[in-house]
Nanobody
Framework: QVQLVESGGGLVQAGGSLRLSCAVS????????MGWYRQAPGKQRELVAT????????NYADSVKGRFTISRDNAKNTVYLRMNSLKPEDTAVYYC??????????WGQGTQVTVSS
């Protein structure tokens, strides 16, 4: 099993920045990728960014490239999402994700990010 706990969401003005954190615990060595997804009201959950646990290879949605940065600290078992130049359309509940070698997905409880115009 894997447990994920997000923190760092909040209300910010357009153009501002936030950093989300996701503390990971449990069967960490079985995790291959970690990432962030988001879900806005009335929309499907979408990928924001992923990072492989060992090599640190990253992948981003086109909508956040150049503005968001995903990183991980394996010593602290934590994944981060630094969000700069935030836009109102970034408003959503952000979920931390971990995928294990058997392709099982685990999700955090979500953290709200609201960007005011």
């Amino acid at each position: 099993q894997v447990q994920l706990v997000e923190s760092g969401g909040g209300l910010v003005q357009a153009g501002g920045s936030l950093r989300l954190s996701c503390a990971v615990s449990g069967s960490i060595t079985s995790i291959i990728t970690m990432g962030w997804y988001r879900q806005a009201p009335g929309k499907q959950r979408e990928l924001v960014a992923t990072i492989t646990r060992l090599s640190g290879f990253t992948n981003y949605a086109d909508s956040v490239k150049g503005r968001f940065t995903i990183s991980r600290d394996n010593a602290k078992n934590t994944v981060y999402l630094r969000m700069n130049s935030l836009k109102p359309e970034d408003t959503a509940v952000y979920y931390c994700n971990a995928r294990r070698t058997n392709m099982t997905n685990y999700w955090g409880q979500g953290t709200q990010v609201t960007v005011s115009s």
